[in-house]
């Protein structure tokens, strides 16, 4: 058998923050329960050799940014609205909303850094100034917004 569907039964698991008084979805994950179907291309039940299988994690599409206020992020290269500061090249943390004042409130997040670069979450589009340095100071992300997001 060439191709196959692995179906996993499971639930999703979803992170809220508060912003201007809404609940805003912040990050989600799938949690895999013990029930895995395999099935063919027509639905059918097929015997898979589950030894063969190879690891592939679950991956999550982020929720969609609501944007209560602020400044809003949109990214010239795939149009997302989320954006992401990169902190020592390992963790980051995502931008909920941006004020005109460089006052930002993010997700949640548990580690601190300096930051490296600011990127789209969509598809990794660095946010650059006018002579190509990389940006890293709130009130850089916030010109660079007000300059090339109408």
Not at 92 to 115: A, K, P, R
Request: aromatic share 12%; net charge negative.
């Amino acid at each position: 058998m060439k191709e196959f569907k692995k179906v996993t039964v499971g639930f999703v698991v979803q992170n809220y923050a508060t912003l201007n008084g809404k609940y805003i979805c912040v990050g989600q994950e799938f949690v895999a329960g013990d029930q895995v179907d395999y099935e063919n291309e027509n639905g059918e039940p097929v015997e898979i050799d589950t030894a063969k299988e190879a690891y592939f994690p679950f991956e999550m599409a982020a929720p969609k940014q609501v944007v209560t206020g602020g400044l809003k992020f949109i990214c010239p290269s795939c149009g997302c609205n989320y954006l992401e500061q990169i902190l020592d090249g390992v963790h980051s943390i995502q931008i909920l909303n941006i004020d005109e004042d460089s006052d930002f409130n993010y997700g949640e997040y548990e580690s601190d850094g300096m930051v490296d670069r600011v990127q789209c979450v969509g598809c990794g589009y660095i946010l650059k100034d006018k002579f190509d340095s990389e940006i890293t100071e709130n009130m850089e992300i916030v010109e660079w917004v007000k300059n090339n997001c109408k």
